[in-house]
């Protein structure tokens, strides 16, 4: 049996603020850091323990990931920061409010840009200096590979390389992971691990802060899943 432990970021300040987030480097907000010290705590009280995590290259869950090593006093484990485990990219929806373009577009087309697995937002302009292209830190890849919008599909294409390629091996070695990352990438890497269909992935939700576990078996295919709570 292997262990995956899945964890979206604590609440970031622009989640508190409803505004659409994608790959906007926006940090977390006290409730945010306050649930990553719960995480931690969490699967310190129940003796849940990993070898190596994995996190995006945005801040709020690098954050989510250090707050809850420091609680565990783990510190010393393996990071490795990959940036196909970034938020979904909200293209020129980055920076509005939810409820704000909800009221302009209605409520219908904003659930599709949300939650849809096929409708992409409206892309960046180009040259829009929100681009990915202009930001040091996709410097080294390919620019084809970077985007200026993304539907849910277009993210799973690229979480699922980085499971293949990185998490699942180290899986296969008996290592157990966490996955510290977003609503997105998780909604996309846990609508291939549970074999969700692209009509049902428009319901799965995924709280901020709450550590899911995932026991799988030899081939990887889940067991059984559940929701960490901390007891204290
Ligand atoms: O703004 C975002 O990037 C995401 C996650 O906070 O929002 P949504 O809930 O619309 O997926």
Request: with cysteine; aromatic share 8%; hydrophobic share 35%.
């Amino acid at each position: 049996m292997h262990q995956l432990i899945l964890l979206r970021h604590g609440e970031s300040v622009w989640n508190q603020e409803n505004l659409f987030t994608g790959w906007t480097d926006v940090d977390l907000s006290e409730r945010g850091r306050e649930e990553s010290r719960l995480a931690g705590l969490a699967l310190k009280e129940q003796g849940i323990a990993f070898d190596v995590a994995f996190t995006s290259v945005l801040k709020r869950a690098i954050r989510t990931l250090w707050i809850l090593l420091d609680e565990m006093d783990r510190m010393w484990v393996p990071v490795h920061h990959d940036w196909r485990l970034n938020e979904r990219h909200y293209g020129a929806l980055q920076g509005l409010n939810k409820a704000q373009t909800a009221e302009k577009y209605g409520v219908d087309q904003v659930k599709k840009w949300r939650r849809s697995y096929q409708v992409k937002p409206p892309a960046l302009e180009p040259g829009d200096p929100r681009h990915p292209q202009f930001d040091p830190r996709y410097r080294e890849l390919e620019p084809s590979l970077l985007p200026a919008t993304e539907c849910l599909k277009d993210t799973v294409e690229r979480v699922l390389p980085c499971w293949e390629s990185q998490v699942a091996p180290l899986l296969r070695q008996g290592k157990r992971v966490l996955v510290a990352a977003h609503g997105n990438s998780l909604r996309g890497l846990i609508k291939y691990l549970d074999g969700i269909s692209d009509d049902d992935i428009v319901n799965l939700e995924i709280p901020t802060g709450q550590p899911l576990i995932y026991e799988l078996d030899q081939e990887l295919r889940p067991l059984r899943h559940h929701y960490l709570r901390s007891q204290s």
